[in-house]
């Protein structure tokens, strides 16, 4: 546990080395399945990084990553 701004916290992976990870898998989706464990995949980001605060254009990025991923995937089936 790390204790910041008085709170106590658990340890996280850094944001932006999580962040990276996650667009890196969404990026590689080829197929529906993959793009539907990749969304999962934004969801557990979310859900984790909340608890500590992140920036709002975060998981805007996240969402839009995937939408964009999705409309290739489908164009290429």
């Not at 910041?4 to 340890?11: E, I, L, T």
């Not at 990276?20 to 969304?39: D, E, M, Y």
Request: proline share 6%.
């Amino acid at each position: 546990m790390l204790i910041q701004h008085n709170k106590v916290m658990p340890n996280h992976p850094p944001l932006g080395n999580s962040y990276n990870k996650v667009i890196a898998t969404i990026k590689s989706c080829k197929t529906k399945s993959q793009l539907k464990g990749a969304s999962r995949m934004v969801e557990n980001f979310k859900t984790l990084y909340k608890q500590v605060g992140y920036p709002k254009t975060i998981p805007y990025s996240l969402d839009e990553t995937l939408k964009q991923q999705y409309i290739i995937t489908r164009c290429q089936l």
